[in-house]
């Protein structure tokens, strides 16, 4: 079956770079997705990246993507106290409805 | 953007009444909606998909007569929670699509039974 495995916890100092790791089990996923979710709130889409493709930056964030391994990860630069929140991974079936299928969430936690 | 609302966004109900959360989407027609159920410090566990006009899908494990959706229109699905107990307490969460790749996602719903 489908499985998105991350680890739960990072720490990190503010202005650091953080890497937030992700594994998945479905090779026909389409698309990968990172979302961000500050507490006690809906998720925000941060990132995606197609699975076509194996860099995609934005700004601070830098999203890597290694098929073979089915490894994902989500690198934030120069990182800030407001950047303190949880990250799903999340994937996206093979099929019509685009069911996500979600991490456990990485709670990213930045000091000064 | 694409924005996704819900209503309300706190509900504290006693065991067995009924509780109905409200997802809609503002700007844009949904072709699909998702409900998903999130528990404290957990990832989102889908509880089902629905579309405009039919019936919604649900996950394996998820009881469709306690977890009543309804997808009237293109901008509004409503999950209703039946005879809610304290079990039920927990995060809800809906996200639409538009037709496109990417879900945009309500704030959240968090449910208290007492």
């Known amino acids: 079956g489908e499985d998105v495995e991350q680890s739960l916890f990072l720490s990190v100092r503010e202005g650091d770079s953080s890497v937030i790791n992700c594994t998945y089990t479905d090779s026909s996923s389409t698309y990968l997705y990172w979302y961000k979710q500050e507490p006690g709130a809906g998720l925000q889409l941060l990132t995606y990246?197609?699975?076509?493709?194996d860099m995609k930056q934005d700004q601070r964030l830098t999203v890597l993507l290694n098929k073979k391994d089915k490894h994902l990860s989500l690198r934030i630069a120069d990182t800030q106290t407001g950047d303190s929140a949880i990250y799903f991974c999340a994937e996206s079936m093979h099929g019509g409805y685009n069911k996500l299928i979600f991490g456990a969430g990485t709670r990213l936690a930045v000091h000064p | 953007g694409a924005v996704v609302s819900q209503h309300p966004s706190r509900v504290i109900c006693k065991s067995g009444t009924s509780v109905k959360i409200e997802c809609r989407s503002l700007d844009f027609q949904a072709t699909t909606m998702f409900w998903y159920r999130q528990f404290p410090k957990q990832s989102l566990m889908l509880m089902a998909t629905?579309?405009?006009?039919?019936?919604?899908?649900?996950e394996q494990g998820v009881e469709k007569d306690k977890f009543l959706i309804n997808h009237a229109s293109l901008t509004l699905s409503t999950l209703t929670v039946t005879s809610a107990h304290p079990e039920d307490s927990s995060f809800y969460i809906c996200?639409?699509?538009?037709?496109?790749?990417?879900?945009?996602f309500g704030p959240g719903t968090r449910l208290t039974v007492l």
């Open positions: 990246i197609f699975s076509n493709m």
């Open positions: 629905s579309n405009e006009g039919s019936k919604a899908t649900y």
């Open positions: 996200s639409a699509r538009d037709g496109g790749e990417e879900q945009f």
